[in-house]
């Protein structure tokens, strides 16, 4: 009887001190968020600390923080990838917050500073030529912890005056230290080509004479009444009168046999009317007079279509052989086709004519801007 009362009270005590044990409550999807976002507007309300380079001790908190929240996700064995990918986010953000505070960092005012020694140990490292100088330094520098200031002091005056030698100097690539000045540094780059043109002085306008209007002044005169009848068109300068003109000078050479294309307008005293000609061929070419073709030899050639042709042309013009070519003729090809081909005479004959040429202001124009590139070339090289 005794026996079964101590158990049932073993029993009650028992599940007394299991209901007094506090259990373990898990956090929410909601309390995750509620608590990222609580520190993501916090670290937005401090970015300006960042921006001072004086949120060390912020970052850090931060960073305490987001390790804290992390552990509470890994306890209650979250698996949510939305709770996973709101903790990635803000730790993107704290680490943009420590990247800006350190941007703006300023060494010696935040209890932060580089010891001058390990810099020029660094940079010899980086730039020297000799390895003999490195095994120096590390020498150096192991020397300089163990004894006391004084000692030090007396090292770093040694090691001025090994600098100071110019075979030491030599020793290191200062082309090397320059470039990584230069684009580690905020320092503008500055470009020596442009020093001339810059400080060169531009050619000062010259004043011109003031056009004055003299219609009034001067005395009326009235031009002569022109009638109708009075003009007379040029017929040496109609394109019709022209191409007429060469193929009767053509019928009237032609004997019955092909003409070399090159040797029938070409002209070896006129280039011009050497163009004349090509120009005026092409309408002959165009209209069925005259038909462009290749010989045996590779050659362009150009003969009379017979009434026979045209009247199988006209009666089945699907056999009729036609193409689209664009002629490109210079000053270089015209002297090359008349040495090529010993063109002494024109087959066209020369036209005594006056021709196209610059006029004698233009060549006057020319000199003068050459003799004032001349000047100026001048002056700049004895800038």
């Not at 001067?218 to 109708?228: E, H, I």
């Amino acid at each position: 009887m005794h026996s079964r009362q101590r158990s049932s009270s073993s029993s009650r005590s028992s599940s007394l001190s299991r209901s007094h044990v506090p259990k373990h409550t898990r956090t929410t999807k909601q309390e995750h968020f509620e608590a990222y976002n609580k520190l993501r507007q916090r670290m937005k309300n401090q970015l300006k600390e960042a921006a001072k380079g004086q949120g060390i001790h912020i970052s850090l908190n931060n960073i305490d923080e987001l390790t804290r929240l992390y552990s509470v996700i890994e306890r209650d064995q979250v698996r949510d990838t939305k709770v996973h990918l709101e903790d990635s986010e803000v730790l993107k953000e704290a680490s943009g917050f420590a990247a800006l505070n350190a941007r703006n960092l300023r060494f010696g005012e935040n209890d932060v500073a580089l010891n001058e020694n390990d810099v020029i140990r660094k940079i010899k490292q980086y730039a020297v030529t000799d390895d003999s100088m490195l095994v120096n330094t590390e020498n150096d520098h192991i020397e300089g912890e163990e004894e006391d200031e004084e000692d030090e002091e007396e090292e770093e005056d040694a090691e001025e005056e090994v600098i100071t030698d110019e075979y030491s100097f030599n020793k290191i690539n200062w082309l090397k230290l320059g470039v990584l000045y230069h684009q580690i540094s905020k320092k503008p780059i500055s470009v020596d080509f442009l020093y001339g043109p810059l400080a060169s002085e531009r050619r000062k306008a010259a004043s011109r004479t003031r056009i004055v209007d003299d219609s009034k002044s001067g005395t009326l005169t009235t031009a002569k009444a022109v009638q109708a009848k009075d003009i007379q068109e040029d017929e040496e300068k109609n394109t019709a009168y022209m191409i007429r003109m060469i193929y009767e000078i053509y019928l009237s050479k032609d004997r019955g046999g092909e003409v070399n294309f090159y040797t029938f307008f070409i002209d070896p005293k006129s280039f011009a009317q050497s163009v004349e000609n090509l120009f005026y061929t092409s309408f002959l070419v165009k209209d069925g007079r005259l038909k462009l073709f290749t010989g045996r030899n590779g050659y362009p050639y150009v003969a009379r279509v017979s009434q026979k042709e045209i009247q199988e042309n006209k009666l089945d013009s699907s056999n009729a052989i036609s193409s689209h070519h664009i002629a490109t003729f210079n000053y270089d090809v015209w002297e090359y086709m008349i040495k090529k081909f010993k063109i002494k005479e024109s087959f066209l004959g020369h036209r005594d004519e006056l021709e196209d040429c610059i006029p004698e202001e233009d060549y006057i124009e020319e000199e003068v801007e050459e003799m004032e590139e001349v000047e100026e070339e001048e002056e700049e090289e004895e800038e």
